[in-house]
């Protein structure tokens, strides 16, 4: 360990109803907006109708939602020219989440629409230092602002096409225009003055994708002759347990292939870079995450079923495409190994669409921990679905790193 001197629910008939209200407003809306604001949506495939369901339905982990947007379970920051992505929780579900899921009654409808709403960074020019905080303030409110229709969307989506328009979508245009106002007069008072942007207003409803993520395709097949060695197993035809389903279930056999290991000079690797030495209990603190080689731009949930699911993949630059996770969790001593299944008092995973073959720094804000005594505090990289990225050598060190701070 180093050491640093610096310091949406609605349950039963009103789901089925919504699914076939929001598919006729689909007709009525119609087209396809390129959208960066709804998480990546469109790049993330759980199948939701056909998935299957966890054996137990558990409480989220703590930190399962953002500390300043109660019940959020994504939120964005912008962070040296983009916006960056923290998964709260991993994906996780609420108990009730769980057990309408168990119960049947999630269905087909279970996040499948989405309020889109066309992407305003891609569209401003060059923002002078001096406007910087206040056109975040309104970047961050624009989020805001889709998050709360979504919401409405899902309690009362199944009021009908004139209800989504005049009560959903026509306030957003309008909140949104005035939001976008600020931000153009934010930056004209400091330099060149944006244009267009009151035509980002209008959203509209679209559907999630929900195409398969994977069924982990060829179950490994057989390397010839093991190259001489006695390889006990390389898929589950043999296994005698069940068969993973995504969710994070032990006592499973994943038949997932590894997928694609990029050279030894492109794989990923991490580094804290930045730490505090000693916090007070509860008080929020920052960890400083530089990532090299690892384009995060790919998460499927693990509480959703995207856990082991999908293969590594490589980008055209041979990149490791994923994310990474940043987890503190109080220890009892430092004399033995921690007990692995307790749930950790900070979690969060991070996918920012940055990163690539240069290495770059991200923020991570911690709320704080509610406990005195050691903190571990460890980031470590994920490929889509979850697992440390492999290498091209056994000798090298995978992407991980750990810190501890004393909490007083």
Request: glycine share 12%; hydrophobic share 30%; net charge neutral.
């Given at each position: 360990m180093r050491r640093s001197t610096r310091s949406r629910r609605p349950t039963g008939n009103a789901r089925t109803k919504r699914l076939l209200a929001v598919g006729a407003t689909l007709a009525v809306f119609g087209g396809v907006v390129a959208v960066t604001q709804i998480s990546s949506a469109g790049d993330r495939r759980s199948n939701q109708?056909?998935?299957?369901?966890?054996?137990?339905?558990?409480?989220?982990?703590?930190?399962?939602?953002?500390?300043?947007?109660?019940?959020?379970?994504?939120?964005?920051?912008?962070?040296?020219?983009?916006?960056?992505?923290?998964?709260?929780?991993?994906?996780?579900?609420?108990?009730?989440e769980c057990q309408e899921t168990r119960d049947g009654t999630d269905g087909a409808t279970a996040g499948a629409f989405a309020v889109a709403c066309p992407d305003v960074v891609s569209r401003l020019p060059q923002v002078p230092d001096r406007a910087r905080a206040e056109v975040d303030r309104n970047l961050n409110a624009l989020q805001t602002q889709i998050t709360e229709a979504d919401e409405r969307l899902a309690a009362e989506g199944d009021r009908g096409q004139?209800?989504?328009?005049?009560?959903?979508?026509?306030?957003?245009?309008?909140?949104?225009?005035?939001?976008?106002?600020?931000?153009?007069?934010?930056?004209?008072?400091?330099?060149?003055?944006?244009?267009?942007?009151?035509?980002?207003?209008?959203?509209?409803?679209?559907?999630?994708?929900?195409?398969?993520?994977?069924?982990?395709?060829?179950?490994?097949?057989?390397?010839?002759?093991?190259?001489?060695?006695?390889?006990?197993?390389?898929?589950?035809?043999?296994?005698?347990?069940?068969?993973?389903?995504?969710?994070?279930?032990?006592?499973?056999?994943?038949?997932?292939?590894?997928?694609?290991?990029?050279?030894?000079?492109?794989?990923?690797?991490?580094?804290?870079?930045?730490?505090?030495?000693?916090?007070?209990?509860?008080?929020?603190?920052?960890?400083?995450?530089?990532?090299?080689?690892?384009?995060?731009?790919?998460?499927?949930?693990?509480?959703?079923?995207?856990?082991?699911?999908?293969?590594?993949?490589?980008?055209?630059?041979?990149?490791?495409?994923?994310?990474?996770?940043?987890?503190?969790?109080?220890?009892?001593?430092?004399?033995?190994?921690?007990?692995?299944?307790?749930?950790?008092?900070?979690?969060?995973?991070?996918e920012d669409g940055g990163g690539g073959a240069e290495p770059d720094q991200v923020t991570i804000q911690i709320p704080g921990l509610p406990d005195s005594g050691t903190a571990q505090c460890a980031v470590w990289a994920g490929d889509g679905s979850h697992r440390i990225p492999m290498s091209e050598r056994a000798n090298q060190t995978p992407a991980f790193d750990a810190v501890r701070i004393q909490v007083n």
């Open positions: 109708q056909q998935r299957p369901v966890a054996a137990e339905c558990v409480a989220p982990s703590p930190g399962a939602t953002a500390p300043a947007a109660r019940g959020a379970t994504t939120t964005r920051t912008w962070q040296n020219g983009r916006w960056v992505v923290n998964h709260w929780g991993d994906g996780q579900q609420t108990v009730e004139r209800f989504i328009r005049n009560a959903i979508l026509n306030p957003l245009a309008s909140k949104r225009r005035a939001t976008l106002g600020r931000i153009t007069i934010a930056i004209d008072r400091f330099g060149p003055r944006p244009r267009g942007l009151g035509n980002l207003a209008t959203c509209q409803v679209q559907p999630v994708d929900n195409n398969d993520g994977g069924d982990g395709g060829d179950n490994g097949g057989d390397n010839g002759n093991n190259n001489g060695l006695d390889v006990l197993a390389n898929n589950c035809d043999n296994s005698q347990l069940q068969a993973h389903d995504g969710f994070q279930n032990g006592n499973r056999c994943i038949s997932t292939a590894f997928g694609e290991v990029g050279s030894a000079a492109n794989n990923p690797s991490l580094l804290i870079t930045d730490f505090p030495q000693q916090i007070n209990r509860n008080e929020g603190f920052s960890i400083q995450v530089s990532t090299r080689n690892l384009v995060r731009d790919r998460f499927l949930p693990a509480g959703q079923g995207g856990y082991y699911l999908e293969s590594s993949l490589l980008n055209g630059q041979g990149l490791t495409r994923g994310h990474f996770h940043t987890a503190c969790r109080m220890l009892n001593n430092t004399d033995e190994a921690p007990a692995p299944e307790p749930v950790p008092a900070f979690f969060v995973a991070t």
